[in-house]
């Protein structure tokens, strides 16, 4: 690549993080529908949702970091819409929470708007703290995050 050939393409700096986010939240929405992709159990959707997650978080791709971790970088129009393509991303979990509360598998005091906030949240740090090789797997930490929901949040 020539040294202005960057330039040509994008002619910020903002312009080039906006791809890097579109294109994470792409990868993320990717992953996550065809980890559920035909399954019909609404719990087993979540349980593999969680875990495709957590896959792309910790798979290495820099996209995801700056996803996670420049979004506050961006101002008026940019901001604007990387918010709103992670409220899309958001609305896949929100569709398989409502499925799980139309059945009845959620408790009544869960409040899924914050169940979905803050799982999401904590999926998302493990992208800082978690050490390939480390003491944790990918796989360890999924089971734990589905062993708090399965007897935290689901019914019994």
């Known amino acids: 690549m020539l040294p202005g050939s960057l ?13 890097l986010m ?11 529908s065809e980890a ?16 495709a997650h957590l896959e792309l978080l910790v798979g290495g791709s820099d996209m995801v970091y700056v ?10 129009e940019s901001r604007q819409e990387m918010i709103d393509l ?3 991303y958001e609305l896949l979990w929100s569709a398989m929470l409502q499925s799980l509360s139309s059945q009845g598998l959620i408790r009544a005091d869960v409040d899924r708007d914050l169940l979905r906030l803050i799982g999401l949240g904590a999926l998302n740090w493990v ?6 090789g480390g003491r944790y797997t ?3 930490v999924g089971d734990f995050v589905w062993t708090v929901i399965k007897d935290g949040v689901l019914k019994r």
């Open 7 to 19: 330039h040509y393409r994008y002619p910020s700096k903002e312009s080039i993080l906006v791809d």
């Open 22 to 32: 579109r294109l994470a939240l792409e990868q993320a929405s990717t992953a996550l």
């Open 36 to 51: 559920i992709r035909g399954e019909s159990e609404p719990l087993e959707q979540l349980r593999q949702g969680i875990n």
């Open 67 to 76: 996803l996670l971790f420049e979004w506050r970088s961006l101002h008026g």
């Open 86 to 88: 992670r409220d899309k």
């Open 127 to 132: 992208a800082t703290w978690f050490n390939e």
């Open 138 to 140: 990918v796989k360890d």
